[in-house]
């Protein structure tokens, strides 16, 4: 029906060869953008998003993603404040989220995670990456510093494990890593990414109330965004599904709808044309054959 190998082979070489403009913020400089009081975006120029907050009792870091960018994040943290990092928090298990927390347990911060990106860590060790100090579970967390109130929200299936989306208060600031990129059709392959659930928990994100977003990639022009971004992420998904279902409809060859497949509403897009194909592959199968990952669901998912 079609050759999986080659799809693989594609899209892991496109991956090679776009690394650069993946997130549109490599070789950019190093900044720190302030996001709103107390919250600030760092940025360096890897490609990666991170967030951190400086409440009255400590500052809280999101998001360490190897060791140069979490030494980074440190040293933009100090240059802001001499309060100490309390805690370090993971969105998801991937490694290339999840690495250098090292650099904030070194400093006294108390690094956590969700219990399933926690129990895929200590299952999948890195050399970049330390265990987390506590796995927390249910579908949300609270931590209380000064003012300040960082929810840990788990957003159940979507993309890896654990994957969890981080609002502040009062600043109702959001930080959201993988299920949305400004600005960009899906990565690549769309790797651990179960479809039909990416539409639920966008949809859900929705229903929450924030301001302002921080996002661990963007092709925007800014680093700050919106719920507007979340919307598109959403709506971009249903527009290639109805697409496709257009071609079953019309009797379009199977192996030749990724070819076919054209959404001009996006076509500005960053890696439309390199990797809308392979976008259509995945979304394709996942209608054709159910969708996948997938796992029972848990007591605090239903």
């Known amino acids: 029906m079609f050759n999986i190998r080659h799809l693989v082979i594609t899209g892991l070489i496109a991956l090679l060869f776009q690394l650069p403009i993946i997130a549109g913020q490599a070789g950019a400089a190093e900044i720190t953008t302030k ?3 107390g919250i600030y975006a760092y940025s360096p120029g890897d490609g990666y998003i991170s967030m951190f907050v400086v409440t009255s009792d400590g500052v809280v870091a999101v998001e360490p993603v190897n060791t ?3 030494e980074g994040m440190l040293k933009a943290i100090k240059a802001i ?3 100490p990092v309390r805690y370090l928090l ?3 298990n991937h490694w290339d989220h999840s690495g250098g927390g090292k650099v904030f347990r070194n ?9 399933e990106a926690y129990a895929w860590m200590k299952a999948n060790p890195h050399r970049d990456m330390v265990l987390p100090d506590e796995a927390w579970n249910g579908k949300r967390k609270d931590i209380k510093l000064g003012d300040t109130t960082i929810e840990m929200h788990y957003i159940g299936m979507s993309h890896g ?3 969890t989306v981080i609002r502040v208060l009062p600043q109702k600031v959001v930080y959201i890593a993988d299920v949305v990129t400004p600005k960009r059709v899906l990565f690549t392959i769309v790797p651990d990414f179960n479809i039909k659930e990416m539409v639920r928990a966008l949809t859900d994100i929705e229903k929450m109330e924030f301001s302002r977003a921080i996002f661990s990639h963007t092709q925007a022009d800014s680093v700050i965004g919106s719920k507007a971004d979340v919307i598109e992420a959403r709506e971009f998904i249903q527009d290639l599904q109805r697409a496709i279902v257009a071609e079953f409809k019309k009797g379009t060859n199977f192996g ?5 497949v054209k959404l001009p509403k996006y076509k500005a897009w960053a890696m439309y044309k390199e990797w809308l194909p392979m976008n259509t592959w995945r979304v394709m199968l996942d209608m054709y054959m ?6 029972p669901a848990r007591n605090f998912e239903k």
């Open 90 to 92: 993971h969105t998801h």
């Open 68 to 70: 140069k960018h979490a």
């Open 290 to 295: 159910g969708p996948f990952p997938w796992r």
């Open 161 to 163: 494990l654990g994957m």
């Open 35 to 37: 996001v709103a009081d």
């Open 256 to 260: 030749k709808i990724p070819q076919v």
């Open 81 to 83: 404040t001499d309060k």
């Open 107 to 115: 400093v006294g911060a108390k690094i956590l995670a969700h219990e």
